[in-house]
Structure formats: C-alpha cells, structure tokens
C-alpha cells in the first residue's frame, strides 16, 4: 500500500491521465507523468514530468526509478517494455490485460474462450482471406485493424453491393493485419464500468446507455433502459473478465445488446474510459478516484450513484456551446486543457444531472 506522498507514474498525459492527475492528488498522492509531447493536458496537474517516447527504455526505467507504482491512461502503449519495468515497479493493469486488449483477434479469443458471445470475427491475415469471409458474414461487416485504432479511426464498413467499399476494405487489408466483424441486429450499445483492487475486491458503477457518433462516443445516459436480467449478465461478464485477468484498476467493457436482452461483448480497455466519465457528476467516488484508490492498494469505495445523468462530449467545434452550457447549474463541465481546436477531437466533457429515479 503506498502513503500519502508517494509518487504514481502515469504513462501518457492526455484528459485521462490529466484526470487520474487530479484524484491522485485529492487523495494526497503525487504523479510523475510520461509523454511525447511538450504540454499534453496532464501536466497541469503532474508533480513531475518526463517528455520522451511511450517505450524509451531510458525514460521509463527513470519513471520507475521515481514512482511506487505505474498505470497508464491508454492501451496502445508498449507491452514489452511494461514487463521490463514491473520486475522493479508493480504496473497496473497487468501485462496480460494490456496485451490482450491491444489486438482485437486475441480480445476476442479470450473472451469465447470464457463462454462470453461476441459478434462473428474473421481473422484476416491476407487480402485474399477477405473476400471469404466476407462471404460467410452474409456480404457485410466492418473490418477493422487488428491493432491500434480508436475513435472510429483504422476501421471501414464493407459491402459486397458497393464495390468502392471492397475496395477500401482489400487496400487497409494488404496494409496491416485485420480483423472481419460480421453486423448484428442489437437494439442498444450499453457500457460497464467495473475495479478491482488487490485484494480481489470487485466494485461495478451502474450501466450507462451509449451513442456513438461517426465512431465517437457521443453521449452516455445512466441508468441505461435494459433488464435486469441484462444488468445482471454485463455484471457477471465484468467479474469473470476481471478474475480471469488477475485485475487492478478500472476497466471499462462495451457490449451490444440484443433483440431478447442477451449480450455480446464488443470489446474492453484496460483503464478508464470516456463512457464512465459520468460518475466524476453522478457518484460519490468517480471511476478516476477508484483507479487510482485500486493501483495504490487503498480500498475501492462502494460505486453508489446518486443522480440519474447524460453526459456528452464536447468534439471539435463543441466548445462553441461551452458559454450556454455554463449557464446550466444542474450540469457538470469538465474541459480538458487542449490548445487546439480540432475536427473529431474530444475536448471536453459536461454531465446533466437529475434527481435519481431507479
């Protein structure tokens, strides 16, 4: 268990890691923050930074070198040099949830593996491997890089119908390894925010409803209008997930749900996610708060909502509505501390609350 004072490495200073920044430093902790870039969002609010690359051996040693314990705010970061620093320093996430969570193939295998439905896959390793699966998916689906790739980003939707498309799928084939998803009729996409702490304590928020938008999370409304039959399937899901990984910290998982309210896993990251960001307005401990409670080794809190909520994110030209939507004293604004001003980049957020109903 760290005290109050020590320091935790982050690796990656984004608005998530500029948010594990802030509860760290509520619960008197102090952050040493790794990234590239010269003055990413984080370190307004990092004790200490390092600026060098995600897997430069020297930077991390010396971020290990500084910190009781390392986490990081995004999945796409190097697996192997984790393993090197956690020999030292305890990383959390563990390896085995990164690496799982970096390549959508081997996401996918691991969750069949546990008995929990996706929607169909195709492992596409070769163009030629396209056209097959395509075949037996009906003629449509998304097909998207086996690795990287967020936000929309790296994906493209095939249909045999309308060639140009085929032909935009065949070209990010031959460029990269893939990954075939076949469509599905889901009447929803809902989202669960669950932590674990070392000593195998599980806490899961409520159940958020999501809206995506040209692939990017739009809004989140909690509670979500599922079943409870439906809320006790994602819970269970979340913990055998959480078990199987040996788990520390937050994890976000996303599932499509179905016409007579089964689930199928879409996929999981490996640390808070953007459709959590409502508890930071909604609950009494934030998911931030119950990370960075998780990796330091203090007990996780219980994850009670106190307030039915929409939050939505604040996407490129958005900030034009930042004036109106301050003018509301029943909504939370949170704005990330980016300079620019960017098409398709999320720049903020704001929670709505109301008076909880269930």
Known sequence: MLQVGDNIGIVGGGQLGRMLAISAGKLGFKTVILDPQPNPPAFEFSD?????AYDDADALKKLASLTKVITYEFENVPVEAFDTLSDNTPVHPNTKALATSQDRVTEKSFF???GIETAP???IILPQMLDRALKESGGKGILKTRRFGYDGKGQCRVDVSKPETVAEAKKLSQETPCILEGFIDFVREISIIAARSVDGTIETFDIAENVHRDGILHTSTVPANITEKTREQAISI???TLTELNYIGIMGIEFFVNPDGNLLVNE???RVHNSGHWTEAACTVSQFEQHIRAVVGIPIAKATRHSDCVMENL???DMDRVPEILSHSDTML???GKAETRAGRKMGHFTKIT????
Do not use: E
Not at 48 to 52: D, E, G, K, M, P
């Open 48 to 52: 200490q930074h390092i600026i060098a």
């Open 112 to 114: 069949n593996n546990l």
């Open 121 to 123: 896959w195709f492992d």
């Open 238 to 240: 979340a913990h055998k």
């Open 268 to 270: 999981f990251a490996p």
């Open 315 to 317: 996407i490129g030209d």
């Open 334 to 336: 949170h704005l990330y």
């Open 355 to 358: 008076p909880k109903t269930s």
